[in-house]
């Protein structure tokens, strides 16, 4: 059986690659890159891909079983079409299978409701593709908080307009290990299922980050205008907005709820504690 990863270059889809490489041989896996040198440290078969090449992709993905199609990441507005070239190219190609890796959050309402809205239509546009398929809806990551560590003892804690919102995190890592099963488990086809550890507020998020780090960092709660516009400044309107949206939608809730993470994989979820650990 042959796996497909497109973007295998970036950091979800050569962490699936690498969780791959663990469980089946090498000649099974085959990268897809628009840059296949930035994947050569992979160590499988590469081959080229732009999202905005469907005949890229109509060669990319000849002799493949089982696609992972990771989101895109170019703006709301042309991912669809993006992501259309792959579903198509896919179809012609005979694939069997196809994984897609989408987003919790809400599709109206706040600055990331775009983003979630494109994922939301290239979901629609898989479930009538024809082909088996499986949606994993990740929750947010939980690498931006530790990898910014440095910045929040700095800045004595961490600051942005999610309040008392519970947000449900997850890694790369636990995410590749879902997605393995999404794309061998004839049982999960057909369905789309939530991704990650159980919800907690940023309260909480600071209180372990202390413990992992030995630090006494607390926790400032802002309003989400003022803590969008400090993103808007800080990164420019469009990733400043996606960032307000995003605190916005955990203080309204949208990034809590259930998840099917251990009925994908057969384990629970990493906690807070063990994926910061991991990370260090």
Known sequence: MKFAIT???????????KHLKSVT??????????????AAFLDVEIRKGDYNSKEQFL??????????????MDHPDKRIQQHRNVIEAAVENGVS??????????????GFSPVVASNRQ??????????QWAIGRNGIYLEPDV?????YIKEGGIINSAGEGKCGYTSRPELAAAYFNLAIKEEMNGRTVNLFGTAITQQELVEALNKAYNTNMTYTSIG??????????????????????IYEGIK?????????????????????????????
Do not use: C, W
Not at 122 to 130: A, V, Y
Not at 224 to 245: M, N, W
């Open 97 to 110: 299978k196809i994984v897609y890796t989408s987003i919790m959050g809400a599709e109206k309402g706040n």
């Open 147 to 151: 990898e910014y560590i440095e910045t």
């Open 224 to 245: 989400v205008q003022e803590y969008t516009e400090l993103r808007k400044k800080a990164l420019g309107d469009f990733i400043g907005s996606v960032i307000g949206g």
């Open 122 to 131: 290239t979901e629609e546009d898989i479930k009538q593709s024809g082909m």
């Open 59 to 72: 060669e990319a993905l000849k002799g493949v079983d089982i696609l992972i199609l990771i989101s895109g």
């Open 252 to 280: 309204s809730g949208v990034f809590s709820g259930d998840s099917h993470y251990e009925e994908v994989t057969g384990r629970p979820h990493k906690n807070i504690d063990e994926l910061i650990s991991l990370m260090k």
């Open 25 to 38: 041989d090498n000649s099974n896996i085959i990268g897809i890159a628009r840059t296949p040198e930035k």
């Open 7 to 17: 973007t295998a270059s970036g950091n979800l889809g050569s962490t699936i690659i």
